[in-house]
């Protein structure tokens, strides 16, 4: 299997640093390898492992700390790492690896952003991060199935790639810190293969519910995994196994060390409250959907982002800014059920948020160098194909994402009148962005749903950092529309000339045009 390429932040430093660190590992020993999410269950873990010698069976000089930098963790979060977390590795000569994704594609590699037994700088945000991710896609936070496939995207398939880099096919550990209340996950029955390599993972014994979550790595790997879930984690572990054929242990669970001790370990060593790593508390897919009322109904509470985007409002106004780009592309995908998120800056009165998602708006080159400041009229159509039979679920919608013009925000709202004209309608404001609809789709409800197969398209103003996509090829989408409309798919008054040049750059990947443009 081939391997995405590493890059590493600081050149030949760095390689050095991570390369040539490996003969200071004990050969008398295993690697091990902790994930650390940088919240209470792994950061209790490290602790432990560091000033408890009696809970481990591995010097201290085999522990390779990962941590994959997603970005959005709080700037406090870096203060206590910096100056109480990473004096005690210094202390204890810990190897701490920081890394990133590259870029949306796996071909894109990893970046290694430090490697150090030394670590002095907590980053916050490397390269790549899931904003860059979510805008450039147009959606929010996905899950596949029970998988958190952004955890998935920006952890499990970064650690993979830099372990497998580092250590190629040695025997290794590998640590998730789930705690001891995850206890279902962690029901394996052979969770320890003499003659595999392990993963150990910190996950503490309160996350049940994290033991099916696929978001651990590549499905294929040559290795087995010891995962840290917690003593509560027993259907994780399971879930996991049968997903990859690996087995699982979980040093949280198997200390039976649940959420409150790790609390109370990493506290009472820090002197001071910590924080929850942002995939718990930062994030706002943990309170999307309702989300949040029910898992408080379970005793689960992640927080309240509207305290959090006081603190940060940088972070609140990305958030309502990463929300208005995927209701641009898809007026169903709200972060929240009842409320926008710019309503609940709103509501909160936090006046830096709002100005700082303005701003994005408005210059978004001006805090992502790498992405444009343009906005862009966008046509978007969705189809919904009918399940092959009754036994088999339909399809997920095929989308199909084109830019028609690009340019001033001024510019592309006159365009998009022109536009509606065309099909004698008129744009209308709708979930923050200009846009109508030349098709809609059937009205459904969560009682009864639209009956398939159907189609959607529509036409939208919005800033211009949503890539061009579809998922089959062009000849496949023209058939299929055929099929489903009874027509090919057209666009009023657009010629290939005037499609944007980045749409050239997605027809090449594609093979030509996803639609037939027509005068």
Request: charged share 25%; net charge neutral.
């Amino acid at each position: 299997m081939k391997l995405p390429p590493i890059h590493f932040a600081s050149g030949a430093s760095e390689a050095l640093e991570f390369y040539e660190l490996l003969p200071t590992l004990n050969p008398d020993f295993r690697p091990v390898v902790l994930s650390w999410g940088a919240g209470f269950d792994s950061t209790a873990l490290l602790i432990e492992y560091i000033l408890n010698p009696e809970s481990r069976d591995f010097p201290l000089e085999n522990l390779i700390v990962i941590h994959s930098v997603v970005g959005g963790e709080p700037a406090r979060l870096k203060w206590l790492i910096e100056n109480i977390l990473f004096p005690l590795c210094r202390q204890h000569n810990i190897w701490v690896i920081q890394c990133c994704r590259n870029g949306d594609l796996k071909s894109d590699g990893v970046t290694i952003l430090s490697s150090t037994r030394q670590p002095r700088t907590f980053h916050l945000k490397g390269s790549y991060s899931l904003f860059h991710h979510l805008v450039k896609s147009g959606t929010v936070p996905q899950r596949g199935g029970s998988a958190r496939l952004c955890t998935l995207k920006f952890k499990g398939e970064v650690i993979d790639a830099v372990v497998a880099h580092l250590l190629g096919d040695s025997p290794r550990q590998r640590f998730i810190g789930y705690n001891a209340d995850e206890k279902r996950r962690s029901q394996d029955k052979s969770m320890v293969s003499s003659d595999t390599p392990l993963y150990l993972i910190g996950f503490n014994a309160n996350e049940e519910g994290r033991k099916k979550d696929r978001s651990f790595g590549t499905a294929v790997q040559p290795y087995d995994y010891l995962i840290g879930f917690n003593d509560d984690e027993a259907v994780r572990a399971k879930t996991e196994r049968n997903y990859r054929e690996q087995v699982f242990r979980f040093p949280l669970i198997e200390m039976g060390l649940g959420r409150q001790w790790c609390e109370q370990r990493v506290n009472e060593f820090a002197q001071t409250e910590w924080l929850k790593s942002f995939c718990r508390n930062g994030c706002p897919f943990s309170e999307c959907n309702g989300k949040r009322k029910q898992n408080e109904a379970k005793g689960v509470n992640h927080g309240d982002l509207r305290e959090d985007w006081l603190l940060e409002p940088h972070y609140g106004g990305e958030a309502a800014f990463i929300e208005r780009i995927a209701l641009a592309i898809n007026d169903q995908q709200r972060l929240y059920e009842k409320a926008l998120v710019l309503e609940v800056l709103q509501q909160t009165d936090n006046q830096a948020a709002i100005e700082h998602y303005e701003a994005l708006c408005q210059n978004l080159s001006q805090f992502y160098p790498e992405l444009t400041s343009d906005w862009a009229v966008y046509s978007v159509r969705r189809m919904f194909a009918a399940a092959k039979d009754s036994k088999s679920r339909p399809p997920a919608p095929y989308r199909q994402t084109q830019i028609l013009y690009r340019g001033a925000q001024s510019d592309c709202m006159n365009n998009l009148n022109v536009l509606a004209a065309r099909y004698g309608l008129e744009p209308e404001l709708h979930e923050l962005s200009w846009r109508f609809w030349s098709i809609h789709r059937p009205i459904s409800s969560k009682k009864e749903k639209a009956q398939r197969p159907y189609v959607e398209e529509s036409f939208v103003v919005c800033p211009a950092v949503v890539e061009e996509k579809q998922r089959i090829s062009a000849d496949a989408y023209d058939s299929l529309w055929l099929q489903i409309t009874g027509q090919h798919p057209i666009i009023k008054g657009v010629s290939d000339e005037q499609i944007a040049t980045s749409v050239r750059r997605t027809a090449v990947r594609t093979g030509k045009l996803s639609a037939r443009l027509r005068g």
